[in-house]
Every structure is written in C-alpha cells, then in structure tokens.
C-alpha cells in the first residue's frame, strides 16, 4: 500500500505539551497536567504515535505547509521518524490545506507507487485552492 497523510500529527500528547501552543498552555492551566497525563496513559489506544511505527511495508508521504501554526517543522520530522520505512516527507509554503505544489508531488508519488499513467499537470492545475 501507498499512503499520503497530509498535514497531520501523529502523537496528540506531544501536541498538547508543547510549550509553545499557547492554547494548549490555556487548556493544560485549565484542565491541570496530572489529568491530561492520566488521559494519554488511559487511552494510549487512541494516540496514533505508538502505531505509526508498524507503518511498513506500505510508503508513507507525509506533507506539511510551513505557514501551518501550530504544526511546526520540528513536530513533523519527529513523527516521520517514527514511521516505517519506505516513507517520504514534503514541506511546502503554504498552510494547513497546502497548495498546488503539494498536489502536484502528492499526484505523481501516487501514480508512480500504483503504477498509475503520468497525471494530466493542467487538470491539476485547474483545481481551486482550499481556504
């Protein structure tokens, strides 16, 4: 199997902790971190980071935009480490819905894995871009 997952988070405690997410800071005052810890070791099921490492043998793309806050560059590279091997990592300049660029090399990774003809690049080009 091929996979593309585009700006994603795979470990919801690390994004919950992290200092400098200022919401997450307002909900860990709110809520205390002792709870939020307890939650993370009581639903460890739910948390995709502690099964993103049994990812192989299907490739894995992961895209990020790196206007996309609070996604940040150093998050991304982390979980792409955790995954399998064969996989792949895309940074574009662009926010949470990407853009054409990351169409473009999301498309042609797919119909190269799946043995697919070459996309049509002005069909693609012809798509609006998300808000």
């Known amino acids: 199997g091929s996979f593309v997952l585009m700006a994603g988070l795979y470990s919801d405690e690390e994004?919950?902790?992290?200092p400098e997410n200022r919401d997450?800071?307002?909900?860990?005052?709110?809520?205390?971190?002792?709870?939020?810890?307890?939650?993370?070791?009581?639903?460890?099921?739910d948390d995709p980071v502690h099964f993103i490492g049994r990812s192989s043998p299907a490739a894995v793309f992961l895209q990020y935009g790196r206007l996309d806050k609070p996604i940040t560059e150093k998050m991304a590279r982390r979980s792409f480490e955790l995954f399998g091997e064969p996989r792949k990592i895309g940074f574009y300049e662009a926010g949470h819905a990407l853009d054409a660029a990351a169409r473009r090399e999301r498309v042609g990774w797919l119909?190269?894995?799946?043995?697919?003809?070459?996309?049509?690049?002005?069909a693609l080009a012809r798509i609006p871009e998300l808000k």
Request: hydrophobic residues 40%.
């Open 15 to 18: 994004y919950v902790f992290d």
């Open 24 to 45: 997450m800071v307002e909900l860990r005052r709110r809520v205390g971190d002792g709870a939020l810890r307890r939650f993370f070791r009581d639903y460890a099921w």
């Open 111 to 122: 119909a190269q894995r799946l043995s697919l003809r070459r996309p049509d690049l002005k």
